[in-house]
């Protein structure tokens, strides 16, 4: 089953306590993409992937950071979470098709409370 | 300035008619892409159809169609009959260019009434 799993899907963390939220698809996807939900706020975009070690800041990079070691997975990173770094996550990917089409997939999302 | 703008915070629909959800973009480069989703209470995002700016047709997937109007910089999602489990939040977002950079409106909270 095509699909993007996300862990862990909730977590209550403190200040300062490095996490990382895995994300990875089974897709074969080179475009993978991290975001952040937020009320009033809407959808924002941390940072994108177009294929293995090719990474790029979106709209709200800061206190993020991310990798590409592989093309399955797009592990997110906080080194240093702080309590504005509440939010609920949603790991992307995504298949261009040569026919200019494309199609998505997200993951489950990932709640995370920091205190 | 926005990028993308929707202009219904909430609409309602009677079941088994057609709704039209409004979305205009801004953007100056000749090469993009438009997407809608749609998000339930339960908060999965689920990607429903997909639009680029070279695309001669309007993108239709099932009960779902884009009604692309280039000129007029709108891309506006049309659900076909619609059905109770449709009531949801709808964004529209845009891909600017050949990169993954995207840009996502406020959204609009669709309810489908019996």
């Known amino acids: 089953e095509a699909q993007v799993t996300q862990n862990p899907r909730y977590l209550i963390t403190v200040t300062g306590k490095k996490l990382t939220v895995t994300c990875s698809q089974n897709?074969?996807?080179?475009?993978m993409s991290w975001y952040r939900q937020d009320p009033g706020l809407g959808l924002r975009q941390i940072y994108y992937?177009?294929?293995?070690?090719?990474?790029d800041k979106g709209d709200v990079p800061e206190g993020y950071k991310v990798s590409r070691k592989e093309k399955r997975n797009f592990p997110l990173i906080l080194e240093s979470p702080s309590p504005n770094q509440t939010s609920l996550y949603f790991c992307a990917s995504s298949l261009r098709w040569t026919s200019g089409q494309e199609t998505q997939y997200f993951g489950p999302g990932t709640r995370l409370l920091v205190l | 300035a926005q990028k993308i703008t929707q202009t219904q915070p909430g609409m309602f629909v009677q079941e088994k008619e057609a709704v039209t959800l409004d979305c205009t973009y801004d953007?100056?480069?000749?090469?993009?892409?438009l997407f809608w989703y749609k998000q339930p209470s339960s908060g999965e995002m689920i990607f429903l159809i997909y639009q680029g700016s070279y695309d001669q047709q309007n993108a239709t997937e099932g009960r779902y169609s884009l009604n692309f109007q280039k000129a007029r910089k709108s891309a506006n999602l049309v659900i076909s009959a619609s059905q109770l489990g449709d009531s949801a939040m709808y964004f529209c977002a845009m891909r600017e260019g050949l990169n993954n950079d995207m840009r996502f409106g406020a959204g609009t909270r669709l309810t489908v009434k019996p």
């Open positions: 897709m074969n996807h080179e475009y």
């Open positions: 992937s177009m294929n293995v070690e090719a990474t």
């Open positions: 953007t100056s480069d000749p090469s993009y892409g």
